[in-house]
Nanobody
Framework: QGQLVESGGGLVQTGGSLRLSCVAS????????MGWYRQAPGKERELVAN???????NYADSVTGRFAISKNKVGNTVYLQMNSLKPEDTGVYYC?????????WGQGTQVTVSS
């Protein structure tokens, strides 16, 4: 079955940067959109950003101006550049893909922002 594999999470200080990557396996076919969600302990998973096949992007209000989502030319890899990180950005970040036959989720990568 198809997989989304995330990387790039880690521990940074307030104001620092991280770059997340997510690679979809070949079995994830017909990708229409890819994006990133995050979940803090005890809270619901929320959309951070996504990008559709035509390049249109969408961002949560809380990250607008600080984060940037992008994808590679073949559309099987999505990145999230996170700048000016704040403690409230802490959480598990999950890659998500909308594909021809359903949705896929990555296993998540931990992002921790400390003071």
């Amino acid at each position: 079955q198809g997989q989304l594999v995330e990387s790039g999470g880690g521990l940074v200080q307030t104001g620092g940067s991280l770059r997340l990557s997510c690679v979809a396996s070949r079995a994830v076919s017909g990708i229409k959109a890819m994006g990133w969600y995050r979940q803090a302990p005890g809270k619901e998973r929320e959309l951070v950003a996504n990008i559709v096949i035509n390049g249109i992007t969408n961002y949560a209000d809380s990250v607008t101006g600080r984060f940037a989502i992008s994808k590679n030319k073949v559309g099987n890899t999505v990145y999230l550049q996170m700048n000016s990180l704040k403690p409230e950005d802490t959480g598990v970040y999950y890659c998500h893909a909308v594909a021809a036959w359903g949705d896929y989720w990555g296993q998540g990568t931990q992002v921790t922002v400390s003071s």
